[in-house]
Nanobody, 118 residues
Framework: QVQLVESGGGLVQPGGSLRLSCAASGSISSINVMGWYRQVPGKQRELVTTINNIGRIRYADSAKGRFTISRDNAKNTIDLQMNSLQPEDTAVYYC????????????WGQGTQVTVSS
């Protein structure tokens, strides 16, 4: 069983910064992808950014230049540094882990609220 625990959400003013963290525990394959997705009410969950076990990173266009993902393979943790936040970044942010054990297994954290408002 895999568990993902997120932290670091909250309220920030436009132009501000927040840092999200996610810690994975349990049976995790060495071949994996971790990342962040976000969702607002009435819309589909969307990709923010992912990073795989060899450090390959993917960003959504909305995140490029403002968000930075990093990971610690030894600790199975990822961080998301979010700068220049705007009201449209307001969403519930979910940590995701895709772990390959002959097939891909998908795991989600409980989500953390990020609100950007003056």
């Amino acid at each position: 069983q895999v568990q993902l625990v997120e932290s670091g959400g909250g309220l920030v003013q436009p132009g501000g910064s927040l840092r999200l963290s996610c810690a994975a525990s349990g049976s995790i394959s060495s071949i994996n992808v971790m990342g962040w997705y976000r969702q607002v009410p009435g819309k589909q969950r969307e990709l923010v950014t992912t990073i795989n076990n060899i450090g390959r990173i993917r960003y959504a266009d909305s995140a490029k230049g403002r968000f930075t993902i990093s990971r610690d393979n030894a600790k199975n943790t990822i961080d998301l540094q979010m700068n220049s936040l705007q009201p449209e970044d307001t969403a519930v942010y979910y940590c995701n882990l895709q772990s390959f054990t002959g097939r891909w297994n998908d795991y989600w954290g409980q989500g953390t609220q990020v609100t950007v408002s003056s």
